[in-house]
């Protein structure tokens, strides 16, 4: 009830103000209103009614038809709208009543309340307890006077000194129980006080907290704003670089399918995620703890010492995608890349493992230790298994000094990723001569892959375990699937080092066949030889590898087949009857574009069109500063038209020797920018030109720049223009007065629009519209009543008001409308209804100037008392703009010419530029467009995989 009263009142007092409007304007429509009155531009209400006055110099006939329509309109128009209105404001009323829920309070301030009510409640109680009785409660140790006559009866001489006695010991004030309820009062105030000042400091405390979450979503934000930016370039990119190999690939020579695949798997790779497809393809990834034996393992399924190598530090820094094929000569090759490395050169392998690791290194980002960003490379060479292996870093079991304490994590994350393919082929490499329970990667496998049939489980350093005297048995289980947490459909065991890091594969090889022949293991069954070498670990792998890739190989053809009819739907369906064009051709039609409203712009282009539109750009731009800082100031600050002439001739030096021509200039150069903009601006519901002209308006900006030395020849012709202030026929002077009177009347308007905005609506427009003024506008609007008692008078106005006045309007308003107003409020709606003051006289003036040519201006009686001095002021402004835009047109031409050869350069640029048309050239068509072509693309290549399987099958 507490919050939905003052609603209430609040409500009832809308209503009725609104049904009082709707009596005052009935009451000021019957009410005759002299002729001639001006309205006045404050008063919303006094222009409502006016429209419903009839001249007097109407026609009697007239005058009889326009006085029925009035009775129509006053004794039944308004009162249908007043009820309607009225019953309208009662239904909203019922309508708009809130819902007030019950705010959440604090257990604290719940305890304190609760301390307050119990004690209120223990007070009532003590009073009810009074009033029941009908007496007040004897004093304690207090006993009743018994009896009803005698010496101690009330009757008796004694009972009346008793009743005496008592009744003043009553009257007497009991200091005691002063003090007390003192105290007691005391303590209620400091107990309220204080449930006041916790209330304050827990409502500072969530203020501060909210604070604190709106900046922080703000800045998440901002952030994802950020990163999806970033995301949708990083995609874009990797479309250009797809397009582009695409349209520098070599023509179509025989392909092993090793090659093929690596392609396809390249590409998809390099797809965007608008394709809407998962990469499932086959390919080795090799997994492991740090120092496992990974990279090991590889160079020598490798045959060559291609990787970093560092001792017991983490080399391998981001995912190696190695792509085996069989060919003559040993050699590898980044993906994309023309250089070739000679593997069996120490030097060029030197050479290639300090590129992968620069390359890795690069592509870590700032405060990390591994990356996510694949490294693709292709080694070729005799004897070697078709095959695409994948390298990762190893697990860590804990960070070293210096080490981003989210790389564990990252190394997790990153590696369930790759294994979690579910046509990927795990090797899990495990060390030997480690204890099963020191391995992480085998729950990691195990989850990835829980029935073990993508796993083959890989045992290093054999012959170490041997030398720590590792019990046979032990190893028997381990390569049968007995001791590890994990299945694999594989178990091998290898040997892939040896005693001199610096050893050749070859020699490596040849110590691990030796090794198999004469180990203790071998002869004892543990290591059976199919499951010893590294060359059936080669073969069971590329086995398994292209076994995957034969069963999965339609099913990827057919998702890339579903991805593909879809975007063809979406673009049948968005842009019927249209065809794909690539980014390049949608660059080429945007660029004739440009280049033909660049011609038509120049054709159609006049000198006088030029010189009309720089002469309102600069009217526009100083105009302002003419009405108010040089004619207001120097017409108010002089009593006589020739001191109104002195200061306006200081004003315009100091203007003309100062900020004026290099504003000139600078309007110029705007003037010339908006209308390159306006020509580099293309029609496009998808903005897809909105990059590209954005970036040539900023080098067009930044390439504009005027010559210095036609400020100081501007300056001189203006102040030539100044100095001339007679007018010598009737003609200039019938312009200028033209000019002064349409430059008053445009900023008297744009004066009254302000005045509007600041009350708020008008009253017809609230009661129609159901619309109602804001606190600041009924503030606005009770400084314009009161100041327009100012203006009205018409004596001694100055441009400010002096502390008197202020503090007057001040009272007025206070006492008058209830409303304290701060001063700079008030100084601020004077200062407007000051301006239109002037502005009224001065149109006035003009209006009475028009018909003056060629009188003395002593006989001139015009009403701002400028005796038409201002006529010549205003046209000496006019010949001042004329001769400036004959002067800076003349000079922007050669500009003009130098832009647009500036645009045509710039546009021949991004032409070349792949990168640059990938940024600026955006839209859903043109991506639309490219991701079909690219999976197309794709398609392609699938189709010429299962031919050349097919093939090699057949051969």
Known sequence: SSGLRPFISSQHTMLRCRVQGVSAALRATLRPRPLGVPVRPYTQFTRHVNQFQIPRALGAGRMASSAAMIAVRRFLLLPVVAATAAGTALNQIKSSIPDFPMLEVPDEVKGVLFGIGSFLKSEADAMRAVFAQGKPHPAPGSSSLKGSGGEGGPSGPAGAAAAGAAAAAAAAPDPAAEEKKAAEAAAQKKLVDDLIAKIAELEAALNQEKEQLESAAHQNAEQKATLEQLQEENQSLRRAMVLSDMQTSKPAVAKRPIDIFSEIMDLRARADNAFHTEDHLPRVVVVGDQSAGKTSVLEVLVRAHIFPRGAG?????????????????????????????????????????????RRMVASIGTGEAVSNQTLALDVRGPGLNPMVLVDLPGIIQHHTQGMSSNTKGSILEMCKHHIENPNSIILCIQDAARDAEGSSVADLVHTADPTGQRTIFVLTKVDLAEQLKMAPGKLKQTLKGQRFNMRAKAYFAVVTGTANPNDTIDAIRANEKRYFDKSAFVKEGAISPRQSGIDNLSRAVSDAFWERVRATVAAETKDVQISLRRKENEWKNTYPGQPRASREDVFQV????????????????????????????????????????????????????????TNVQNVLDMWVGGELPQLSIEVA???????????????????????????????????????????????????????????????????????????????????????????????????????????????????????????QADKGLHPELSDKEMTALQQNLKQRHGLEVDAAIVEENFKIMYNMHFL???????????????????????????????????????????????????????????LEMGIRQQLDEIGADQAAKQTLIAGKKVTLAEEIEILRHIQAKLDAFVKAIRKEESA
């Not at 094929?325 to 593997?343: H, I, K, M, W």
């Not at 750009?617 to 002439?645: C, H, I, P, W």
């Not at 430059?743 to 004066?751: P, Q, V």
């Not at 009254?752 to 009350?759: P, Q």
Request: glycine content about 2%; proline content about 3%; aromatic content about 10%.
């Open 313 to 357: 530090e983490m080399m391998t820094r981001a995912p190696i995608q190695v792509t085996l094929s069989e060919g003559p000569r040993q050699v590898a090759s980044f993906r994309g890349s023309n250089s070739t490395y000679d593997l069996t050169s120490a030097s060029e392998l030197a050479q290639l493992r300090k590129e992968i690791e």
């Open 590 to 645: 945007g660029r004739t574009r440009i280049l033909e409203n660049m011609a038509k712009h120049s054709a159609s282009l006049t000198p006088v069109q030029c010189e009309q539109q720089l002469r309102e750009e600069l009217v526009s731009q100083t105009m302002r500063y003419f009405l108010f800082d040089v004619y207001q100031n120097s017409a108010s600050t002089s009593d006589t038209y020739t001191g109104f002439k």
């Open 669 to 791: 150069r705007m003037a010339i920018l908006k209308e390159f903009g306006q020509v580099l601006d293309i029609d496009d519901a998808e903005h897809t030109y909105s990059a590209l002209a954005a970036r040539i308006k900023t080098t067009t900006a930044e390439s504009l720049k005027w010559n210095p030395a036609s400020s100081q020849k501007l300056s001189s012709i203006q102040e030539l223009m100044l100095s001339d202030d007679m007018i010598k026929s009737k003609r200039d002077w019938e312009e200028a007065v033209e000019f002064m009177s349409r430059t008053i009347a445009a900023a008297h308007n744009a004066a009254l629009t302000r005045i509007n905005e600041m009350v708020g609506p008008s009253f017809f427009t609230r009661w129609t519209q159901w619309r109602s003024t804001t606190p600041e506008q009924r503030t606005r609007q009770a400084v314009f009543t009161e100041l327009s008692a100012y203006f």
């Open 840 to 898: 009224a006289r001065a149109q006035a003036s003009a209006d009475y100037c028009k018909s003056r040519f060629g009188q003395h201006p002593d006989a001139n009686k015009a009403p701002n008392g400028l005796a038409c001095a201002d006529v010549a002021l205003f046209w000496r402004y006019l010949n001042l703009a004329k001769a400036t835009s004959n002067v800076l047109r003349l000079e922007s031409m050669e500009y003009r010419r130098d």
